[in-house]
């Protein structure tokens, strides 16, 4: 199973490969936001590191999860709000993915 600090791990390795890519600065701290009008990301750099996530998860946990389904948009508060909820939403995905195996 994942862990919480894994998942955050790989959420900053890849926002580091947005900033390199871009030649920007995303802050790395479970408090960026990342959508919305404090965001650090612009929207293409946002769908970017959610299409990174999902192929990390599948590539090296072999979990097929979708961060943008219905549910994640129908949330009182958005997983993409902030790095810390979208680690606690991939975490929630994950461990329900290992319940259903």
Known sequence: ?????EIIDFIFKSIDEINLQNDTN????????????ESELD?????????DLETTLSN????DISLT????????VSP????????????ELVSE???GS
Do not use: P, Q, W
């Not at 929207?43 to 299409?51: A, K």
């Not at 389904?69 to 009182?76: F, I, L, P, T, V």
């Open 60 to 63: 090296d946990y072999e979990l």
């Open 69 to 76: 389904d219905d549910r994640a948009m129908m949330r009182e």
């Open 26 to 37: 995303i802050s790395k701290d479970e408090n960026t936001k990342l959508f919305g009008r």
């Open 80 to 91: 993409f709000d902030s790095i810390k909820s979208l680690a606690e939403y991939i975490e």
């Open 43 to 51: 929207s293409l750099s946002l769908v970017n590191l959610i299409i």
């Open 97 to 99: 993915s290992y319940v």
């Open 1 to 5: 199973m994942i862990t919480y600090n």
